[in-house]
């Protein structure tokens, strides 16, 4: 318990400066093109893809090379261009393939680098995912956004993961170390069906999630040092049951990631 409030009393809320970042975002959303492909859309050439589909314990995966391009990859049931407004759209069912550490399945982005290696960086440096996304159905949980552990240590968890419930509830999940549990922070309340924005932001030993303008700051335990990291976006449903149908659609009008 004192663990937790430590690390409670070290975040802060504070009103972004930056709003030109999220001012880009909407541009894009405006420029979607519905009768391509999502890699028409986005960069997907720094992406690959994980579906809820394969042999048991090795989802199907996508690479940059096949998403990329107006005519690049598209999957009627997991992975689509919405018609009507050009969002890139990721369903995750309560059943699908998993990967060996996860229940849950999902239809989500890993980011690559530019030649098709996995990404892998450091957290030294300044690196920012941005999007602009909204969640249309959800059972109970699904993870929209991560920034996720690589190599450097035994653990695979994240980072800090971003959370939507059913309810509208937008919960930042932070991991203690990596070894231990998250720490939940709720940091709103967007209805469903609403569009919305989200800006992670990892530079040394502090990161920063900020959700429609408003930021939360916090400092990195040492205890991540060693770690590199990467992000991940897109639908990782957190609920699972035998239901093809149940589970959580998400819609993106814009994803881009910078490093400096």
Request: proline fraction near 6%; glycine fraction near 10%.
């Amino acid at each position: 318990m004192r663990k937790r409030t430590l690390l409670a009393a070290a975040l802060s809320t504070v009103v972004v400066g930056g709003l030109g970042l999220l001012g880009v975002t909407n541009a894009n959303a405006a420029a979607l093109n519905p009768a391509v492909a999502p890699g028409g859309n986005f960069n997907l050439s720094v992406w690959s893809l994980q579906l809820p589909i394969g042999s048991p314990g090795s989802p199907e995966t996508i690479s940059p090379a096949r998403l990329k391009g107006a005519n690049g990859y598209t999957n009627p049931s997991y992975f689509w261009t919405d018609k009507n407004d050009g969002s890139m759209t990721f369903w995750a069912p309560e059943k699908g393939v998993t990967t060996p550490n996860s229940n849950y399945a999902r239809s989500e982005l890993r980011e690559m680098n530019a030649n098709g290696s996995a990404a892998d960086w450091p957290l030294a440096g300044n690196h920012t995912l941005s999007a602009e996304l909204r969640v249309v159905s959800v059972t109970k949980n699904v993870a929209v956004g991560q920034v996720k552990l690589g190599s450097g240590g035994t653990s695979t968890k994240p980072l800090l993961e971003l959370y939507y419930r059913a309810n509208g509830d937008i919960y930042l999940g932070q991991q203690r170390s990596p070894t231990d549990g998250q720490t939940l922070h709720k940091l709103g309340n967007v209805p469903l069906g609403q569009r919305w924005t989200y800006v992670f932001n990892v530079s040394g030993n502090r990161a920063s999630l900020t959700i429609n303008g408003s930021t939360t700051n916090y400092t990195i335990p040492s205890s991540f040092n060693p770690y590199k990291q990467y992000f991940k976006a897109g639908s990782y449903n957190q609920s699972s049951s035998e239901s093809t149908t149940n589970g959580a659609k998400v819609k993106f009008y814009s994803l881009t990631i910078r490093h400096g």
